[in-house]
């Protein structure tokens, strides 16, 4: 079953430094890849999105992220970091094994130190 | 605006009770899903309809029903609500089954007592 694992359940980061926010998938086929961001007491927004065409994907915010087939892997990253930033992130798997639907990683928290 | 729209924000049942979450959408999305969200656990599927009339069960369905007549609405019941039904709900549409991604509502913050 298609499952992804978010790791690091905390990241602190400075202003302005790189972010990097982890999320391994355990698929045997390329499944479709999600980053969501939840700002406090708000609903997910869509960041960015992997459907099989480009690996490098790019986003909202200046959030972007690679699928690596070789590592099982879709890092989420942004080269400098605003206090904006500041919220939860979320990975999430869809495609043929997960059936119709979407499966969510535990999330990130990200907090950005002045 | 176009989107998912949930009602109430918030509520305070008792055990036991019984109660609707709304959800409505008007962007015509065949696909709607209802989660829940708890700390550490990200979020959970309770159940999912592929179109209006067909409804199925997600990764933690017990205790919830729901169904879809219309497109646009997808109710979520909580039959005989408990404490351990303490959470917040998130509504969510997609025009795709997979490729999507899906547009969430704002939640409702159910509180169990």
């Known amino acids: 079953a298609q499952s992804v694992t978010q790791l690091g359940s905390h990241v602190s980061v400075s202003e302005g430094a790189l972010v990097l926010l982890r999320c391994n998938y355990s698929?045997?086929?390329?499944?479709?890849l999600f980053w969501y961001v939840q700002y406090p007491n708000q609903g997910l927004q869509l960041l960015l999105k992997y459907t099989s065409a480009a690996t490098l994907v790019k986003g909202i915010n200046g959030f972007e992220a690679e699928f690596k087939k070789s590592e099982t892997s879709f890092h989420l990253t942004k080269p400098s970091a605003h206090m904006s930033d500041a919220a939860e992130y979320f990975c999430a798997v869809s495609g043929v094994e997960t059936g119709n639907q979407f499966y969510f990683g535990t999330g990130t928290s990200l907090t950005v130190i002045p | 605006n176009a989107g998912v729209t949930q009602t109430p924000k918030f509520q305070v049942l008792k055990t036991g009770q019984s109660m609707t979450l709304q959800c409505a959408q008007d962007m015509n999305h065949e696909y709607m899903s209802w989660y829940r969200q708890d700390p550490g656990m990200g979020l959970r599927l309770i159940h999912y309809?592929?179109?209006?009339?067909i409804t199925d069960q997600g990764e933690v369905p017990n205790g919830y029903n729901v169904s879809r007549s219309t497109t646009e609405d997808f109710p979520l019941r909580l039959l005989s609500a408990a404490p351990s039904q303490t959470s917040v709900y998130f509504c969510?549409?997609?025009?795709?089954?997979w490729g999507g991604g899906y547009t969430f509502g704002s939640g409702t913050r159910l509180t169990v007592v």
């Open positions: 309809s592929v179109g209006a009339g």
């Open positions: 969510a549409s997609s025009y795709s089954r």
């Open positions: 698929s045997s086929v390329p499944p479709y």
